[in-house]
Structure formats: C-alpha cells, structure tokens
C-alpha cells in the first residue's frame, strides 16, 4: 500500500527525515535586546512587538543558558520520550552583541550531546561577517540555520510597521549567509496592515527565489500596550478572521517550492495580553481546521510554484534592483566594532 503523501513539509517530519527519530526546539532566551529598541536604528519596536519580546523570560528571571538547556532536555525527555534537540534562541536578536559573548552563549546552550542543532533567531540587518564565520564553524558540528525576520518584502510595509531595514538589508543577508551555506529561514506575517493578499504572495515569490530553506507564517495578532494595539483599537487596523488567515496561508504555500520546509503556520499569542483576534487562542483548533481545509481542497505545497518561476524571478530581480540602488542600514559596527 502506498504512503499518503503529506500536504506540505513540516518541520516535524524534516527533522524526523534528517536524524532518524523525533527531535524537540529547547526555547532559549538570552537576552540579547534588539537595535529597533536601544536607539541604534530605533527606540519604539516594530508597531507588534511585545516589549518584552516573545522569549520564555528566562534571561530576566535569572536563569543561565545551561540550566535551560538543562530544564528542556529534562522535560522533553519525560514528555516526549525523545533524546535529540535543537537549541533555539528565540527571544530579540540572537546574532547582536560582541562575537565572544556569542561565541561563548552558543557554546553553552550546546555543551550537551543530545544537542544536534542550533537555530537563532535575528535581523537581517544584525548578521555582520564575523558572526556569520562563527555560525559557519557551528555548522561543522551540528546542524545551524538562521531565522530572519523579514515579514515583508515591501518597502512601504516595512517603512508602516517601523521594521528599521528595507529589503536591500534582506538580500544582502541571505547572500552572505548562504556563501557560507548556512541554512535560513524567513519569518513572514500574514495581514500586515494595508498588505492585499496579492502582495503577501509576491513577497513568498521573493523569499522563494532568494534561495532559502524555510519559512515561518505568522498571521498578525494584535497585543496590548502595542502600537498596533492602539490601531486597533482606534478602528484603524482590523485583523483577518480565521477563514482569511486560512486562505492567506494556502496562497502563499501554494507558491513556495514543495521541498521548502514549512516551520510554522499558526501564531501562538499569550492569552493575557492578546486584544484581537480572539479565535488565535484555540491553536489546536485553528490548526486542526486548516489541515481538514487542505484535505477539502485537495491542497498541496508548490502547487503553483512552478507556473510562476519566471513571475518569481522577476519580483525578485527588481526588488533585488531597488535594492541596490538603496544604501544598506545595517548596524554590523555597533554589534562588532571589529568587524
């Protein structure tokens, strides 16, 4: 009898294909900060960001990077049974700060031998050579992929949700990380205020001709204390209902290669400080619902993706044009004086 085969690439079965057993994320939180809120490309934050990041809060409670570890393999060894990890610093910007503190927390959070792989989460803006080189010699040892938050390629997009980069910062970070073929995936947002959906599907086009291995979908929750909190709640900004994340999400993987693995396509909000929209609280559900419409539709990733390669190259051709002709605002030299 014939395997089923799956509807798109999960992550789960990516990592089940490469190590040949389960393997868990260990969220590590290292409180790295971020150059959109110290005052070196910002103060405010992106008009989503939760002040506090969207870590475990680790790092603020005290708690060193192998005691985490430590904690994570613990739990996720008795829950799941499972005895591989990967060491996932998530909170901020996890490539910002001097490459011997980082050299040194990277080492900690892989001191162990369950640890096969480490993923980071950062900017596009906040990958200067030096730590690039660092993450390269990382990715002798074990497995390294590098998580960009690019959430859209559109310039104005970027300019409304105060991102700090354009997309010239984007393309050049993938090129230099994938000269030392570093694994990468890009975090996008679906709903992004004055985003259609057909521009959510030229920015998958551009992700997906930049050559990179992964992606995570994030449909755009609205939390409190926020800029975008206080949008909202003034009537200026209304975020998508389930039934439009849904096909907003189908769009968009239908244009991504098949082989693409898929890291995420729900978003995960904190119940006490989420404001809209409420129906992001049941992930389960919500995932459950979005998996029973792929069956519905008979839906498959890369569906689309070969009738568009050359749609595809050229989005990506003349956004990577703009690019060029924009000077590129990264801020390597505050985060490596040496580099």
Avoid at 56 to 74: F, L, S, W
Avoid at 169 to 190: E, G, M, P
């Amino acid at each position: 009898m014939s395997l089923k085969r799956p509807r798109y690439r999960s992550l789960s079965s990516w990592l089940k294909e490469k190590f040949g057993e389960q393997v868990r994320k260990i969220t590590l939180d290292a409180g790295l900060g971020c150059p959109n809120r110290d005052g070196t490309v910002g103060s405010l934050g992106c008009i989503y960001c939760n002040p506090r990041g969207s870590g475990t809060g680790a790092h603020q409670r005290g708690i060193p990077i192998p005691v985490q570890v430590d904690r994570g393999i613990e739990f996720f060894s008795r829950r799941y049974r499972c005895a591989k990890f990967i060491a996932y610093f998530q909170s901020f910007t996890n490539t910002y700060g001097e490459v011997e503190h980082l050299a040194r927390i990277y080492s900690q959070a892989t001191r162990r031998p369950e640890i096969v792989g480490l993923a980071l989460g950062t900017r596009p803006d906040c990958v200067p050579d030096r730590v690039l080189d660092l993450l390269e010699n990382e990715a002798d040892k074990r497995t390294v992929w590098i998580e960009f938050g690019l959430q859209s390629v559109h310039r104005d997009t970027l300019s409304l949700i105060r991102r700090g980069h354009g997309p010239e910062a984007f393309f050049d970070a993938i090129a230099r990380t994938r000269k030392r073929n570093l694994d990468v995936v890009v975090h996008l947002i679906l709903g992004l205020p004055g985003e259609s959906l057909e521009k959510m599907i030229e920015t998958a086009k551009a992700v997906s001709g930049a050559g990179v291995q992964g992606v995570k979908l994030h449909p755009l929750y609205v939390v409190n204390g926020t800029e975008l909190g206080r949008m909202y709640l003034a009537g200026s900004y209304r975020p998508m209902t389930e039934q439009e994340a849904v096909d907003a999400t189908l769009a968009v993987l239908e244009v991504l290669p098949e082989d693409m693995v898929i890291h995420r396509m729900t978003s995960d909000p904190h119940p006490e400080e989420l404001l809209a929209p409420k129906w992001m609280l049941d992930r389960r559900g919500v995932r459950l619902r979005l998996e029973r419409t792929m069956e519905d539709r008979d839906f498959r990733q890369g569906s689309r993706a070969n009738l568009i390669t050359e749609d595809r190259n050229s989005c990506v051709n003349a956004l990577a044009a703009e690019s060029e002709a924009t000077p590129i605002r990264s801020v390597a030299n505050r985060v490596d004086p040496a580099a």
